[in-house]
């Protein structure tokens, strides 16, 4: 066994498919700048300036030694399991990595690649699969240095060269329709590559799609000439001129190999009538055979429990209703139970499709199955009664002695299966059906068993089965995308499984890249009939909806990707109150197609999802689609408006709401800031979902409203990027409006969402922008809140004089105010810009006040900033025990609100002051935590700080105070 290192990817270590613990984040970043020169001594300098960047602080230097010397230790360690090890050494002019860069899937990639470049067509091909198959993801994805970005970037554009060169050689020999959908997905990201465009023409005008090729032309033509202001190249010129013409040159080489039969057909299902039985033959086996099955424990358990003994003690047969969507497995489950059970019913299996949801084909009726069952029990046909009422009592009457199993599958409804139960005690039967059959539990007891899909695990082995392990091994992130787009339902993993398996070079790459384009998913999920295609699977259920709630499918489909949705948000996109909407969507819950995962919250399948949407395009009225999807904008922007005021009631946020539209039923928000916390998570999908909707309708009031309605919940989770992208739409909107106010509004909290993810010349950029449309606007409150965003800037880049500055010109204009909270969170921003520059009884007094106006007003988000404040004032005066009460009491505060952002800042604080007390296990304790969520919010440099003074801290005596930290984002409440 050798040690094998990943980079191309998250960084990585395995022996023998063991993976080796590489430690925290940096630590992999110092790992990953020693195997970037393997076998090349690295300086020190070198390597604090790849790994820590511009910012390389004082105590950097002697972490560095600590992750080096930890390295070297789990490098050993593994050297020891493997035969072929790797070491770190000290070197005059630095520090290297030795080991074989065969090893190292960079290197290997790099000569894989020259090794195809020049080789023959044949060799090259295999060549550069081979490399591409190395890549996992995007290298160091959990890396951020400018060091690692640059090098990121350059890596992704080798991949990308390397997959046009493997493209020029299979499009050489043919290959054309297995790029087809790889070119189009790679073309999305590279809009501008005129190599690319060539490929994907000369792939479109091979398969018989000559005016898409031209199109290609036409819109690369444009974008050329929109984004840089040029033509296209001599080459694809060339390339369109050849499609023109039906040049000879491109048509499709005489040795291209014939196309390959559809994959993945599996063999016709067992007629009604089962296995043919002699006249003499009266224990009738009739199960069919079980096919592949993995996993399910815990329903095989409560199916043992339901009817591992038939004997009942009211003299009925005990009887268990499996039910779920289509291709969810009931079939595979009741029948892999049946063979397990075989022993328990020693008088024989009956076993029928009832056909109930079909593609093709009538539902069965229940007497041509009682006479099915009849011919396998041994009755002659000529003794077989005509009348349906004689026909069940003969069925009943032989089997009311026996111990059998009956297996109804694919019941339509409960009226199919009532004629088909045994009257006896000794029988079981085991129903599947798409439909809940509660009835079958009123009348006769029944166990009702709803199947859901498989876990990531039982997801995992279904498709090893079908391709083996070594296949899934050798590709694990292709696995992982292929296996996500399936969403744990076992026909689509099946079905992939058997394209991936029997599919002329698809690889499980090219599967995964063909599975993500959403609109053509279920294309690619069509393994040849009908019993194995997602889509005609879907058409079924649909079809056998009434035309309401047909409706319903549609409209939750074109509704967005958000995973669910509230019965009152469903609602408004029914545009009927939301009882009626219960009854609607109870009827989709009755055959799977929606499920409740809590009371009130409805969700769909990603790929029901995907049927859904496909059948809204077609088959909703535009303007009736349009109206259903600006009820549901007006009721998440109504609702999510009255829900933000309770969390920041600012007189600055009265927004001028448009009334909502006819059908829209508006509930009345929680009470308390946790409750409405409660509300936005539950929600905050559907708000972007609705914010992504109104902007693609161009609705731009709707869409910078939307901004300010999800802010102050985004702000308080740090979810950084999302609030971001939130007012970067916000932004565009409110720039097409044209309103002043809008434009200040959305430039402000731009400034400050850039100035939270380090992007600070954006943030001056975007401030200055605000602070010109509020002075357009004669907005002095709006003036006043800029400034306090300047000032947040400011004191990221270290310049405190310059924040308090402009925070104290905030206070002056917030006083000449009548909203009390704004003034409340000026007096804090100041304090705390006062205690950084050491000015502790003018903060003091000023934290004071703001903390008596927001417990006056009962503002607990303002109090717990404010608390934070006075915990730095406390700890920076040497007041140890006095800021741990502080802190204490504002991390409880932010937890209890559901602001993990803040809650984040509070316990690193509460770490530097347990290290000034002393208690060091205590502090390393606060700031993993803290460090934990940093992570969540995506804020890896702090993570990385306290990771690395976790790193270099040991026991100090108690009273040394640490530097000053860095100050948190509360010095203004959201927005």
């Not at 070197?91 to 470049?117: E, I, K, Q, S």
């Not at 199960?287 to 329903?299: M, N, Q």
């Not at 009849?374 to 026909?391: C, E, F, M, R």
Request: charged share 25%.
């Amino acid at each position: 066994m050798t040690i094998e290192f990943g980079m191309l990817g998250e960084i990585q270590a395995h022996v023998g498919g063991t993976a080796v613990d590489l430690g925290p984040v940096r630590q992999r970043c110092v790992l990953a700048a020693l195997l970037t020169d393997v076998n090349r001594a690295v300086p020190v300098d070198g390597l604090l300036g790849r790994v820590w960047g511009a910012r390389i602080s004082p105590g950097a230097r002697s972490t560095l030694y600590s992750y080096l010397s930890r390295l070297r230790q789990a490098l050993g360690a593994a050297a020891d399991a493997s035969s072929s090890g790797a070491a770190i050494e000290r070197r005059p002019g630095g520090y290297v990595l030795l080991t074989d860069p065969d090893l190292v899937d960079l290197h290997l990639f790099r000569d894989l690649v020259g090794r195809a470049r020049a080789a023959e067509d044949e060799s090259a091909a295999a060549l550069f699969e081979r490399a591409l198959g190395l890549w996992r993801g995007e290298p160091f994805a959990t890396l951020d240095t400018p060091w690692c970005n640059s090098l990121r970037a350059s890596l992704l554009e080798e991949r990308h060269a390397c997959l046009l060169d493997r493209n020029d050689v299979l499009l050489r020999h043919g290959r054309h329709a297995a790029l087809l959908s790889e070119l189009a997905s790679c073309l999305d990201g590279h809009a501008l590559d005129e190599r690319l465009a060539a490929q994907y023409m000369l792939a479109l005008y091979r398969s018989g799609r000559t005016a898409d090729a031209l199109r290609c032309f036409d819109r690369i033509r444009h974008a050329l000439a929109e984004e840089l202001g040029s033509d296209p190249g001599p080459e694809l010129r060339r390339r369109h001129q050849q499609v023109l013409t039906n040049d000879p040159a491109i048509r499709v080489p005489s040795d291209a190999p014939a196309p390959s039969p559809a994959a993945g057909a599996v063999p016709a299902s067992v007629p009604a009538s089962g296995i043919a039985s002699s006249r003499d033959r009266t224990v009738p086996r009739q199960l069919p055979s079980s096919g592949l099955f993995v996993g399910r424990g815990a329903e095989v358990a409560e199916l043992d429990k339901a009817l591992g003994t038939a004997d009942r003690a009211d003299g009925s047969a005990a009887v268990c209703a499996v039910s779920g969507s289509g291709g969810v497995g009931k079939t595979s489950l009741a029948v892999h139970w049946a063979h397990r059970a075989l022993g328990r019913f020693p008088d024989g299996q009956l076993y029928v499709d009832l056909r109930g949801f079909t593609p093709s084909g009538e539902p069965l009726t229940s007497a041509t199955a009682v006479r099915g069952f009849l011919d396998a029990l041994g009755v002659d046909p000529g003794s077989i009664p005509a009348d349906q009422q004689a026909l069940t009592g003969l069925y009943r009457t032989l089997v009311a002695d026996r111990r059998m199993l009956v297996v109804l599958d694919n019941a339509r409804d409960v009226d199919q299966v009532t004629d088909l139960l045994p009257g006896g005690a000794g029988c079981a039967v085991l129903v599947t059906s798409r439909r809940r059959l509660t009835g079958l539990a009123v009348t006769h007891g029944a166990h009702l068993l709803p199947l859901d899909v498989l876990s990531p695990y039982e997801s995992r082995n279904l498709f090893g089965r079908h391709l083996g392990e070594e296949r899934l091994a050798a590709d694990p992130t292709a696995v992982t995308a292929v296996l996500e787009h399936c969403a744990g339902l076992p026909l689509a993993i099946s079905v992939a499984g058997a394209r991936a398996a029997v599919g002329s070079g698809l690889t499980l790459a090219a599967l995964a890249e063909e599975l993500q384009a959403r609109p053509e998913r279920l294309d690619a999920l069509d393994a040849g009939d009908l019993s194995t295609n997602v889509r005609a699977v879907c058409r079924v259920s649909y079809r056998s909806l009434t035309d309401r709630a047909a409706e319903a499918l549609r409209l939750l489909g074109a509704a967005g990707p958000a995973p669910e949705i509230g019965l009152a948000a469903a609602a408004a996109l029914l545009g009927e109150p939301p009882a009626a909407a219960r009854v609607t969507l109870r009827e989709l819950e009755t055959v799977h197609l929606v499920q409740q995962p809590a009371p009130g919250r409805y969700g769909m399948h990603d790929l029901i999802r995907l049927y859904a949407a496909e059948r809204a395009a077609e088959d909703q009225p535009r303007e009736s689609l349009e109206r259903a999807l600006r009820r549901l904008t007006d009721f998440y922007l109504h609702t999510g408006y009255a829900c933000d005021l309770v969390l920041s009631p600012f007189e600055h946020h009265v927004l001028d709401l448009e009334p909502a539209l006819d059908g829209v039923t508006l509930v009345e928000p929680p009470a308390d800031q946790a409750a409405v916390m409660s509300w936005f998570r539950a929600e905050h999908a559907g708000l972007v979902a609705a914010q992504r909707v109104a902007h693609l309708h161009r609705w731009d009031r709707l869409v910078w409203q939307l901004a300010r309605v999800v802010d102050g919940f985004l702000w308080r989770q740090g979810r950084l990027h999302e609030h971001l992208a939130l007012w970067r739409t916000g932004l565009a909107a409110a720039e097409r409006l044209g309103e002043g106010t809008a434009r200040a509004w959305a430039h402000r909290r731009l400034a400050h969402a850039c100035a939270r993810v380090g992007h600070h010349d954006r943030a001056v950029h975007h401030a200055d922008l605000a602070l010109a449309a509020a002075q357009e606007a004669a907005d002095v409150t709006e003036q006043a809140r800029i400034h306090d965003v300047i000032a947040w800037s400011w004191a990221r880049q270290g310049d405190d004089r310059e924040a308090l500055a402009h925070v104290r010109h905030t206070l002056r204009l917030q006083r000449q105010g009548a909203d009390p909270l704004a003034q409340a969170n000026a007096l804090n921003a100041v304090g705390w810009y006062e205690a950084r520059l050491g000015e502790y009884g003018q903060a003091l007094a000023h934290c004071e006040e703001g903390l008596e106006i927001h417990r006056r007003h009962g503002f607990r988000d303002g109090e717990a900033c404010t608390l934070d404040s006075l915990g730095f004032i406390a700890h920076a005066a040497g007041h140890h025990d006095e800021a741990l009460a502080h802190y204490e009491r504002a991390r409880v505060l932010f937890h209890d609100l559901g602001n993990l952002y803040e809650e984040a800042n509070t316990l690193a604080n509460l770490g530097d002051v347990h290290l000034a007390l002393g208690r060091t296990d205590r502090a390393r304790d606060q700031w993993r935590r803290a460090a934990g969520l940093f992570r969540v919010q995506h804020r890896t440099e702090e993570a990385d700080r306290l990771e690395d003074k976790s790193a270099a801290t040991t026991d100090r005596p108690p009273g040394r105070t640490p530097s000053t930290p860095a100050g948190p984002d509360h010095t203004t409440q959201p927005p």
